[in-house]
């Protein structure tokens, strides 16, 4: 299979968030990925998607930016905001925010989720002042 890349540009409200779970959703199945891993990557993209649009957007007019790239066997998305104008998530925010990570706590889960569930994982500032998340997920055979 040759590399196909499609882009979704969606409003950065939390309304759009199902619409793109179901896409991912279906996209993950017409690959042949078995049923548990859809829903990993579901989960890992919603919870960044969520990030993005809690706390890498200034309002609901911003956008985020979805770059999936498809070939065989391999799923890869990149997840890009614009920023609030403020660096939420530097270095020392990510130490912050993994140190402070508790069952009582209800943030600081989606990054540690998003992790835990793909296969990469890579997330740097972007040139807008946002934020770029980039994971990629395999197939098993």
């Known amino acids: 299979m040759e590399r196909t890349c499609i882009k979704l540009n969606i409003p950065s409200d939390v309304f759009y968030l199902e619409p793109v779970r179901a896409f991912i959703g279906n996209l993950a199945q017409h690959l042949g990925f078995s049923r548990k891993r ?18 890498g957007s200034v309002s609901t007019e911003a956008v985020i930016s979805l770059q999936i790239s498809v070939r065989a066997q391999v799923l890869e998305i990149l997840v890009q905001d614009a920023g609030t104008g403020v660096d939420w998530l530097t270095p ?45 997920f395999y197939q098993e055979n």
Do not use: W
């Open 38 to 55: 859809i829903a990993d990557i579901q989960l890992a993209v919603d919870e960044i998607c969520n990030n993005a649009v809690n706390h």
């Open 92 to 136: 020392e925010r990510l130490s912050e925010i993994e140190a402070n990570r508790s069952p009582k706590n209800e943030s600081g889960h989606g990054i540690f989720l998003s992790k835990l569930l793909t296969d990469t994982y890579e997330m740097r500032y972007n040139a807008e002042g946002g934020t770029d998340v980039r994971v990629t």
